[in-house]
């Protein structure tokens, strides 16, 4: 079998509901030169079973039953990988049919780049819309603050797999380990993103617990990473800006703002339409 030009990876975890969705919004590129590598974290429900449900050479699956987290299983799959490049996708979110092929395309032309992200659309558990959130296109904007965060969307990237291979996850920045990666590698890596909505993002609602954990955790990680590169500055700014997020957190829970619509831009209506084709074409 040639080798494949994209490797895809997607972790997972007890995905039952939603992987069959996620694994169909693959199979439906319009770029068809890839192989997906399907890791499995020690899932305790039928998700083995939805995963080999899929009769495709392309389709390989990983186990060992044991739940090592999503750090470990992507530089797993970094190791497994065939392809020149190396793309994210999680089990419960679905990519749009032209979502590999305009990333692959961007790459080919702009050589200098070595990552690639895409504007996302949330969706609830039921696919319904929520919003969006505005992209910066450019390394410069996206890394501008980086204690405020990169809005580069994890499950959209696309990279080369020469550079994930440099430029490892850390296990122990799980639930921030983009953001680790990002911040790690950001001043001497070339960033990007697409302003195009390429990917549906799975997530109903605010969880207090999970967004404050997520928030420590980036906390620990960039401000460990910017005290050992002396960037004191940068240090400090994370403090103080993680701070005022984590209360702001608690503020809205607080007062019931737990839905993302309030936080998000309202979706086009041709995205909406586009949308509402893409979650159609899965759902067979």
Same mark, same amino acid.
């Given at each position: 079998?040639?080798?494949?030009?994209?490797?895809?990876?997607?972790?997972?975890?007890?995905?039952?509901?939603?992987?069959?969705?996620?694994?169909?919004?693959?199979?439906?590129?319009?770029?068809?030169?890839?192989?997906?590598?399907?890791?499995?974290?020690?899932?305790?429900?039928?998700?083995?079973?939805?995963?080999?449900?899929?009769?495709?050479?392309?389709?390989?699956?990983?186990?060992?039953?044991?739940?090592?987290?999503?750090?470990?299983?992507?530089?797993?799959?970094?190791?497994?990988?065939?392809?020149?490049?190396?793309?994210?996708?999680?089990?419960?979110?679905?990519?749009?049919?032209?979502?590999?092929?305009?990333?692959?395309?961007?790459?080919?032309?702009?050589?200098?780049?070595?990552?690639? &992200?895409?504007? #996302? !659309?949330?969706?609830?558990? =039921?696919?319904?819309? *929520?919003?969006?959130?505005?992209? %910066?296109?450019?390394?410069?904007?996206?890394?501008?603050?980086?204690?405020?965060?990169?809005?580069?969307?994890?499950?959209?990237?696309?990279?080369?797999?020469?550079?994930?291979?440099?430029?490892?996850?850390?296990?122990?920045?799980?639930?921030?380990?983009?953001?680790?990666?990002?911040?790690?590698?950001?001043?001497?890596?070339?960033?990007?993103?697409?302003?195009?909505?390429?990917?549906?993002?799975?997530?109903?609602?605010?969880?207090?617990?999970?967004?404050?954990?997520?928030?420590?955790?980036?906390?620990?990680?960039?401000?460990?990473?910017?005290?050992?590169?002396?960037?004191?500055?940068?240090?400090?700014?994370?403090? &103080?800006?993680? #701070? !005022?997020?984590?209360?702001? =957190?608690?503020?809205? *829970?607080?007062?019931?703002?737990? %839905?993302?619509?309030?936080?998000?831009?309202?979706?086009?209506?041709?995205?909406?339409?586009?949308?509402?084709?893409?979650?159609?074409?899965?759902?067979?």
């Amino acid at each position: 079998m040639s080798s494949p030009l994209v490797t895809i990876a997607l972790p997972l975890y007890n995905a039952e509901t939603t992987l069959s969705v996620a694994v169909q919004s693959i199979l439906g590129q319009t770029w068809q030169n890839w192989e997906l590598l399907v890791m499995d974290d020690g899932s305790s429900d039928s998700s083995l079973t939805v995963a080999r449900s899929f009769n495709d050479p392309r389709i390989r699956i990983v186990t060992d039953g044991v739940n090592r987290g999503i750090g470990a299983r992507l530089n797993q799959a970094v190791d497994m990988a065939r392809g020149d490049y190396f793309a994210r996708m999680d089990a419960d979110d679905i990519s749009f049919p032209e979502r590999i092929e305009k990333q692959v395309r961007f790459m080919e032309s702009n050589p200098s780049v070595d990552l690639l &992200a895409t504007g #996302i !659309l949330y969706i609830r558990n =039921d696919d319904s819309p *929520i919003g969006m959130i505005p992209v %910066r296109t450019s390394h410069g904007e996206i890394c501008r603050a980086p204690w405020n965060g990169f809005y580069m969307p994890h499950p959209t990237w696309l990279g080369r797999l020469d550079w994930f291979r440099a430029n490892r996850y850390r296990s122990k920045a799980d639930k921030a380990e983009d953001q680790d990666l990002l911040f790690r590698t950001c001043q001497f890596s070339t960033f990007a993103c697409l302003d195009d909505v390429l990917l549906a993002y799975r997530q109903e609602r605010r969880l207090v617990g999970k967004m404050l954990n997520a928030r420590y955790v980036f906390f620990k990680a960039l401000t460990g990473e910017a005290l050992r590169q002396r960037r004191l500055g940068v240090a400090g700014r994370v403090v &103080a800006i993680q #701070i !005022l997020k984590a209360a702001a =957190d608690i503020l809205n *829970i607080c007062f019931g703002v737990t %839905r993302l619509r309030n936080t998000l831009l309202s979706a086009p209506p041709d995205l909406l339409e586009r949308w509402e084709q893409v979650r159609k074409s899965v759902r067979i």
